[in-house]
């Protein structure tokens, strides 16, 4: 304050013309510049002309007085309505975004259609959620529902991608050793497991029947068959192996058994008379084929139409007599090759204690 008013130091005190702080503060409040003749009038104090002139220079928007927070801005101040000048028309108040009251109106716009389109997609998913509510379903059971087909398609891939079973030989042997295998084959043990005699009755062998041994190497059945065929029918001895061809050949001229007639084959074709055969048995040999599947389809056609196959072959277990296990083949194994091959299971002796006796018929 000037020093001529009289006031002591650091004190306010109201002018002469009836403006006082009061008036200051409305001014205040207005956001507006007084205009310079009502300044020279608010006071003639230097500290009171200082504040006046520095609110007039950054033309601040100052909060409403405390004093009067029910006034509304466009009242009027000390009886009269604010003055409007030349070049400053009356501002239209908009109303603060509820949402966001801090943004100004440029700043509201993006923000407020971001919020409609959030809105509206909302309202699109909790539709499409209403069915599932509608079920009881929780989040996470939807979680496992969806994660199920995911796991089988998985597991389905890995099932593609896994190697189908072999159909080739588990072993490959040579035979060329005829003597070796005389003492293998020719075992007078064997008889006791082999049932060589119960096996051919099984097979209902008649009189004048044709039957192809597959693989008879030193020609252990091939005797007992030929009795059961007799002197009308025939016994034909198949081996890929010549010296065993050889051996029996000998050994049906050693015995007198003219029915027998031994038959060089190869490994995929046992070159059999086509449609006449009425059984063909295989015995301990059918682990030893490959390509089996194409191998016993196209033994089809040596068949008669009444024609079987008959498979014997070792159970795929620990056994007292046998190859080893990993050269074996389970029982389900040949089932189904054999079943994939157009045949049939028709019966199944079970009087072998350590070999699985399989007849099949084509379909």
Excluded: C
């Amino acid at each position: 304050m000037d020093a001529g008013s009289g006031d002591r130091p650091g004190r306010l005190r109201r002018s002469r013309d009836g403006h006082g702080l009061h008036a200051l503060r409305l001014r205040r409040d207005s956001g507006y510049a007084e205009p310079p003749a009502r300044r020279q009038r608010a006071g003639r104090g230097g500290l009171w002309r200082a504040l006046l002139l520095a609110g007039d220079q950054l033309r601040l928007p100052l909060r409403r007085s405390v004093a009067h927070p029910e006034r509304h801005p466009d009242a009027p101040v000390g009886g009269r309505r604010r003055r409007e000048g030349p070049h400053q028309p009356e501002r239209q108040r908009r109303p603060p975004s509820p949402a966001h009251p801090s943004l100004r109106p440029a700043e509201r716009r993006p923000r407020a259609a971001e919020e409609q389109r959030r809105s509206v997609l909302g309202r699109g998913l909790q539709r499409s959620r209403e069915p599932e509510r509608r079920r009881g379903v929780p989040r996470s059971g939807r979680l496992r529902l969806l994660l199920i087909p995911l796991i089988a398609f998985l597991v389905g891939v890995a099932a593609a991608e896994a190697p189908p079973p072999s159909h080739d030989a588990t072993s490959h042997h040579s035979f060329a050793d005829v003597d070796h295998w005389v003492s293998v084959f020719d075992d007078p043990a064997r008889d006791a497991w082999q049932k060589p005699a119960a096996v051919v009755r099984a097979l209902e062998i008649g009189r004048g029947m044709t039957v192809a041994d597959l693989g008879a190497g030193t020609g252990y059945f091939s005797r007992y068959l030929a009795a059961a065929v007799g002197g009308s029918g025939s016994v034909l001895a198949v081996d890929p192996e010549p010296n065993m061809v050889a051996y029996l050949r000998a050994r049906a001229e050693r015995e007198h058994t003219d029915n027998v007639v031994p038959i060089l084959a190869s490994a995929d074709n046992p070159r059999l008379p086509v449609g006449s055969v009425d059984v063909v048995l295989i015995v301990d040999t059918y682990h030893h084929l490959d390509d089996r599947l194409t191998y016993l389809r196209g033994l089809q056609r040596f068949l008669r139409s009444h024609g079987r196959v008959a498979v014997i072959d070792w159970h795929k277990r620990e056994l007292p007599v046998g190859p080893p296990r990993e050269h074996k083949l389970a029982r389900e194994q040949v089932v189904e090759e054999m079943t994939a091959a157009s045949y049939r299971l028709v019966a199944e002796p079970d009087f072998l204690p350590y070999q699985y006796f399989l007849i099949f018929a084509p379909r």
